[in-house]
């Protein structure tokens, strides 16, 4: 179809054209939407991870600089932590399974516990787990020197 007087000719999508768009674009959605969850899952898990080695380290570093015992708690039915001096508890995603392995002096029930550092840098040790489908991290505490260690499964 052309204009009178114009050389150029004006385009457009027909039905037909418009219909297989539409009928591509939900086959590619129907296909990449469920392989979503796990990618989430999985950045979750690595985010809480990076979270709770950096809380841990922050309460070493709040012991070393007040000179006096600090703690992390944690949650590990209700999925949160809490570390000490502050009231706020920090959520961590439902999807992780956790696990905390600590003294058994630092247990306050069945399903939270405590990691205690010492004016020294030092702490009472311990290891947290965390798995989220086949993926677990853990980060260890080191009871003589209070190193955060944090590694892959």
């Given at each position: 179809?052309?204009?009178?007087?114009?050389?150029?000719?004006?385009r457009?999508?027909?039905?037909?054209?418009m219909?297989?768009?539409?009928?591509?674009?939900?086959?590619?959605?129907?296909?990449?939407?469920?392989?979503?969850?796990p990618?989430?899952?999985?950045?979750?898990?690595?985010?809480?991870?990076?979270?709770i080695?950096?809380?841990?380290?922050?309460?070493?570093?709040?012991?070393?600089?007040?000179?006096?015992?600090?703690?992390?708690?944690?949650?590990?039915?209700?999925?949160?932590?809490?570390?000490?001096?502050?009231?706020?508890?920090?959520?961590?995603?439902?999807?992780?399974?956790?696990?905390?392995?600590?003294?058994?002096?630092?247990?306050?029930?069945?399903?939270?516990?405590r990691i205690?550092?010492?004016?020294?840098?030092?702490?009472?040790?311990?290891?947290?787990?965390?798995?989220?489908?086949?993926?677990?991290?853990?980060?260890?505490?080191?009871?003589?020197t209070g190193?955060?260690?944090?590694?892959?499964?």
């Amino acid at each position: 179809m052309s204009r009178a007087g114009s050389s150029r000719a004006i385009r457009g999508f027909t039905l037909m054209e418009m219909m297989l768009v539409l009928a591509l674009a939900t086959a590619l959605v129907t296909l990449v939407v469920p392989n979503l969850g796990p990618l989430i899952t999985r950045a979750q898990l690595y985010s809480a991870a990076r979270d709770i080695a950096s809380a841990l380290r922050y309460v070493r570093g709040q012991a070393l600089v007040q000179g006096r015992s600090t703690e992390f708690e944690l949650a590990v039915r209700d999925h949160w932590y809490r570390i000490s001096g502050r009231k706020k508890s920090y959520p961590l995603p439902a999807a992780i399974e956790l696990g905390l392995y600590t003294a058994e002096t630092e247990t306050v029930d069945e399903g939270t516990g405590r990691i205690r550092f010492f004016p020294d840098g030092s702490s009472t040790g311990g290891r947290v787990v965390l798995q989220a489908n086949a993926i677990k991290r853990q980060i260890t505490v080191n009871w003589l020197t209070g190193e955060v260690l944090l590694r892959e499964e």
